[in-house]
């Protein structure tokens, strides 16, 4: 009998919806052309990329003049920081925030921006995982040009305050740029409601292609441009758009924020059930803080287990063929501890003691019952050898 595998690791990336793959074929197949191109293979593509820009705009309550497609959510927060940055300079305006616990597309980006020349602040988190408002406001400074925060962080879950820092960009003429790649996946997002003048989303996140995302930039919002090019996305992004990704992305979010409540709901009485199994165990401990639904997604569950290296924890839950993960995806591979724990207070080795279990949409009740189980057994298992 073939091993049963169960998929915990749904932040990391997730399964490409049968009916956005559907959706996707035909411009693989007959509907090939090059949306720039002039002719009716030309004309075909580009209609479908206008179609999946007005449903994307329209989702996200922006215009569709304010929707980029990009490569993806790594190239979309370079663009945002990078871009947000060279704008704000040529403005006098040299002096950048970004939250500790910024995807590493955000954190890379400003290590770039740092050794040319920008200061480049970091705004802590509390013990909960969140960026306090206060701890903005205190570090903005007359020439400070962006401010960067996750709406939801990736490995946590938790949720950030972006609105109210919005606003406080806003009054003061900063720009607030918001890495949504991990919320939109579970909750409707409105770009007015959130307030930030740019939003980056990646379509592998909520089950359409990887390889694709989008980044909305508000109306009025100068940011430079990042990848040169041909004229493409209205000059701004050159090189020839993957139709039928954009198709996918269009579709995926489309069937995102029709069914996100409800699917969440489900996630959250799964999170609890696993939870109450879970942390009845000797030593296990969540980490963050999210009595409140607005405090973080349901969907990640971040867990510490005393006195076990999480690769060790690791290695026996993929011998059982259940794949969880340290914490992002990008940073497996490093064995550095998390720096979004270690942000929150945790030490070294509490942070490398720490699995991040993200659930989705096709989870079932017998996987959180299995999986709870193995914890315990992998538990015992290597305390035992200590
Ligand atoms: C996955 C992720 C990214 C990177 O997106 P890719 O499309 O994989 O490049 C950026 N930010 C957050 C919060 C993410 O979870």
Redesign the pocket.
């Known amino acids: 009998m073939e091993k049963k595998l169960i998929y915990f690791d749904y ?1 990391a990336t997730t399964p490409v919806d049968s009916e956005v793959l559907e959706k996707m074929l035909p411009y693989y197949k007959e509907n090939y052309g090059n949306a720039d191109s002039l002719h009716i293979f030309g004309r075909k593509a580009q209609t479908a990329v206008d179609c999946a820009r007005d449903k994307v705009a329209e989702l996200l309550g922006a215009k569709p003049s304010e929707i980029y497609f990009t490569s ?4 979309s ?1 370079n663009w945002a920081v990078l871009g947000g940055a060279y704008a704000c300079k040529k403005r006098g305006k040299t002096h950048i925030l970004a939250s500790q616990i910024e ?1 590493h ?1 955000v954190l890379s980006a400003m290590e770039r921006l740092e050794k040319e020349g920008f200061e480049i602040e970091y705004i802590p988190v509390n013990a909960g995982g969140r960026v306090e408002i206060s701890d903005v406001e205190k570090r903005l400074k007359e020439n400070t040009g962006l401010v960067a925060v ?1 709406k939801a962080n ?1 490995e946590t879950g938790a949720i950030q305050p972006v609105e109210e820092i919005a606003k406080l960009c806003k009054e003061r003429g900063i720009l607030c740029f918001s ?1 949504c ?2 919320y939109v996946p579970h909750r409707n997002l409105d770009v007015n409601a959130l307030g930030a003048d740019v939003v980056a989303i ?1 379509s ?2 909520f089950h359409g292609p990887k390889g694709c ?1 989008a980044l909305y930039i508000k109306k009025g919002v100068g940011i430079e441009k990042l990848v040169a090019g041909g004229e493409q996305e209205r000059g701004m992004r050159g090189g020839t758009l993957n139709v039928p990704a954009v198709v996918g992305l269009a579709h995926a979010l489309e069937l995102c924020y029709k069914n996100n409540q409800e699917r969440e709901k489900r996630i959250k009485s799964l999170r609890d059930k696993f939870l109450d199994k879970v942390l009845s165990l000797d030593g296990v401990t969540l980490n963050g803080d999210f009595s409140k639904d607005e405090d973080g997604l349901a969907s990640i569950i971040n867990l510490r287990f005393d006195g076990v290296e999480n690769t060790s924890f690791l290695y026996n839950m993929d011998l059982n063929g259940i794949a969880v993960a340290s914490g992002s995806a990008c940073a497996s591979a490093s064995l550095k501890p998390s720096h979004v724990l270690t942000a929150m207070g945790l030490s070294e080795s509490e942070a490398k003691s720490s699995i991040r279990f993200s659930i989705g949409k096709d989870t079932t009740e017998e996987e959180i019952e299995y999986v709870a189980n193995k914890c315990e057994e992998i538990l015992q298992k290597i305390r035992a050898k200590r």
Do not use: I, L, P, R
């Open positions: 932040a993806g959510g790594t190239e927060d995807h597309a996750m990736n890495d790649v991990q990646s592998h996140k995302g």
